[in-house]
């Protein structure tokens, strides 16, 4: 066997494409929903062997992996690994009480709701489907069936948003007592019909990602959560109850872990070479009906692009970085004068040293990180 422990699976379809989303997305399609998964299958079938006896964590993304045809959605939870952590994404829209409990019965522990925001008027901007009540609704599904780990994304610096709406975005958030929430910055990628439809709007709001920032972090750190990465927030000390409750699949990805992507799109990294499949789904279902591997992109990853890799994102989670394991893409002079600046704690442990961010350097944090790429 080999020694991979997180699993990635990309199902794409969605009901609505939204006009800022970037992902791999396909709308509809229902009568493809089988072959796909078929294809999927057929994928894990071919790589398996890379992965662990144990497999640590699985994460179903998208798309909406929950508007996959429930018979469909059942078939592949039954056929993939065990995980100790086994998330899905959902669409609030999308959960019922039948879907909760095909998710539980599948083996899936945490769930990974899109709630974006609670004003309506942000969320017509976001052209998202779920009202804010069809947000609080999922979750009291989700609560009624079982599940006692639940993160609800948050998105901020939409177009038409103030202040006083990110406060109540958060104060809704919260009231819900999610295990974890993540909350992102909008990214409207040029010459899309939502930057068009809101440019000037989204130059004003990217001068309020600062404040918007800090807001997020006061509100959250204050009700108890531990802001463990730069956009990820989840309840610690007595309110987790002993359980470690950050997101273990992407702590894989932050420390640098070896991944399997399957689906189309799917990125993988393992042993030094980053392979991602092709976003086209005749291609990509077509392939494997022959048994053959998706087409793809490979990227050879050497020592320099693997230290600067980890340090870029390993500087984004509140814990140490070992200085010896991302030496050669540090710049020294940069490291000393940043710690003078108050911006990167360098301490040791006996064992050598390690480098994290201070809490203001946390909040420069992509500034300070390509100040101390060599």
Not at 139 to 161: E, T
Request: charged residues 25%.
């Amino acid at each position: 066997m080999g020694h991979v422990r997180h699993l990635y699976v990309h199902l794409p379809f969605c009901a609505h494409r939204c006009g800022y989303c970037d992902f791999v997305t396909v709308v509809g399609r229902g009568e493809q929903h089988g072959s796909y998964v078929d294809a999927l299958l057929g994928e894990l079938d071919l790589e398996r062997a890379v992965l662990a006896d144990t497999v640590e964590t699985v994460f179903l993304g998208g798309g909406t992996p929950t508007f996959t045809d429930a018979a469909e959605l059942a078939r592949l939870l039954d056929q993939l690994p065990a995980a100790e952590e086994l998330t899905v994404e959902a669409n609030p829209e999308t959960v019922t009480p039948e879907l909760a409990r095909l998710l539980r019965s599948g083996g899936v522990n945490r769930v990974s709701l899109g709630a974006q925001s609670f004003q309506p008027h942000l969320l017509h901007v976001l052209e998202r489907r779920a009202t804010p009540d069809e947000v609080r609704r999922a979750v009291a599904i989700l609560r009624d069936a079982g599940f006692d780990n639940v993160s609800l994304d948050l998105i901020y610096g939409i177009p038409g948003q103030s202040s006083a709406d990110l406060d109540r975005d958060l104060a809704e958030a919260l009231a819900l007592e999610p295990e974890h929430l993540s909350c992102y910055e909008l990214e409207a990628k040029p010459g899309t019909r939502f930057t068009h439809a809101y440019g000037d709007e989204l130059e004003r709001q990217a001068e309020a990602m600062e404040g918007y920032f800090e807001q997020v972090v006061d509100a959250l750190t204050e009700a108890g959560y531990r802001w463990y990465e730069t956009a990820n927030f989840c309840l610690a000390g007595p309110r987790a109850g002993g359980r470690d409750l950050r997101a273990r699949h992407n702590l894989g990805y932050w420390r640098g872990r070896d991944y399997l992507g399957i689906g189309m799109g799917a990125v993988s990294t393992i042993s030094g070479e980053r392979r991602k499949n092709a976003p086209g789904l005749a291609r990509y279902v077509a392939a494997l009906a022959r048994r053959a591997r998706p087409p793809s992109e490979i990227e050879f990853i050497d020592h320099e692009t693997h230290d600067r890799e980890k340090l870029m994102l390993g500087l984004r989670l509140d814990e140490s970085l070992v200085l010896s394991e991302v030496d050669s893409a540090l710049d020294h002079r940069a490291l000393s004068r940043l710690v003078a600046g108050g911006l990167v704690d360098l301490t040791s442990n006996g064992k050598g040293e390690e480098i994290s961010l201070t809490r203001h350097g946390r909040f420069l944090g992509g500034g300070v990180t390509a100040d101390l790429l060599a």
